[in-house]
């Protein structure tokens, strides 16, 4: 009988050709039009999760898309971990830019290119991989396991909160489990204790009821275009700081052990500007790259739009235009209030001469883990014999909804264990996952059930 690190190992192609087959379901939650094939991921996933020895797996639907559940209560006494992940995936745009069709995994310079391997489906067969090596070898796990996985994390996870309140009994855990970060960098494996929160909105700018003829009519009504640009250059300063009133009041200040962690981790801006491909960084003066990245509030547009941008010209005074607006939040901050701060600064700046309409579209809060916690231990046990190499605590810039939710409604500590790069792609074109980090990741993933169990 083979012991664990070899029965991964001889099952590495199968493993790949599974996680192959799941990437070409194109889960797409925020398009209407990927609605079914989101519920066929969601499908899919359940089966899947009966295939590598769960004892149950269910669909509950919810008013969009259905939460899978899966569990193995076979070890009594023993504690039990609730594994996170969501099966949805983020849209493809802009298809241009892809060297292989999202849907279509490839396989190059042993990377997996496709929509969804490294956010969050492969990270998703990482845990089943390693539930799946556990009972082929052991005959069972050291430790109950409970699996569920949305279809709408992408979207804000609207519908998961409800349903762990519906679920709670379901739910109950000692320790929850998320993959879906990355590590700090190649070789590197990590944990990662602190998430950005997110709010999310759209502006809209209205001025004259049709196009206007820019000659004819131009110099007597304003263009909204050019009023939403004033007061989008409004909401920065120079040197990145954000001017809203009030944005910056509850931020939580990094401890001098946070500042020393950040300074110890290997990097240089360098092969941050490398990573970013931007001509150089830019952010908040007064503080590190780090700092900024993790624990530092932003405020980004994200999208623009209005008037004519077609090939050639056409002389007009748009009647209407818009922008999507994102923070990125940190402890203590809260995703109504800045939402709040924001609207009231665009009201107040907001001329007469255009309608202004502010909607507030999905968010999140931030979360900061306490480390002191043993099971952060067991994690650094596990990612250790996984990957030969002493884990590092980070933070990371994203948000996951689910986790504020979660620990708050639980009162159990969270692990962030991801096995993804800072250079995959998760959110763009080309999206790809490292092999060599879905191999050791599963290995990871089964160490730390031994370690949690004890």
Known sequence: ??????????????????????????????????????????????????????????????????????????????????????????????????????????????????????????????????????????GKLPLNVKFIAEGEEEIGSEHLEPFMQEQAQLLTADFVVVSDTPMYGRGIPSICYGLRGLAYSQIDFEGPTVDLHSGSLGGIVANPVNEMSRLIAALKDADGVVQVPGFYDDVRALTERERKMFADLPQNDEGWRKTTGSPRLHGEKGYTTLERLWARPTLDVNGIWGGFSGEGSKTIIPSRCGCKVSMRLVPDQSSAKALDLLEKFIKKLCPPTVKMTFTRMHGGEPWLADISHPCFDAAVRALERAFGARAVYIREGGSIPFLRAITESTGKPCLLLGFGLPDENSHAPNEKLNLENYQKGILAAAYLYEELAR
């Open 1 to 138: 009988m083979p012991d664990l690190a070899q029965h991964i190992d001889q099952n590495r192609q199968r493993y790949l050709d599974e996680l192959i087959e799941y990437l070409k379901v194109p889960s797409i939650s925020s398009s209407s039009a990927h609605k079914q094939e989101v519920r066929r991921a969601g499908e899919q996933l359940a089966a899947h999760m009966l295939r590598v020895g769960l004892s149950r797996s269910q669909m509950f639907p919810t008013p969009l898309h259905p939460i899978v559940y899966g569990e193995w209560l076979g070890a009594p006494g023993k504690p039990t971990v609730l594994i996170y992940g969501h099966y949805d995936v983020q849209p493809v745009d802009p298809l241009e830019l892809w060297k292989s069709p999202p849907f279509e995994p490839e396989i190059r310079d042993g990377e997996l290119y496709a929509r969804g391997s490294v956010d969050d489906k492969g990270q998703i067969y990482v845990h089943l991989k390693a539930i799946e090596a556990h009972l082929k070898v052991h």
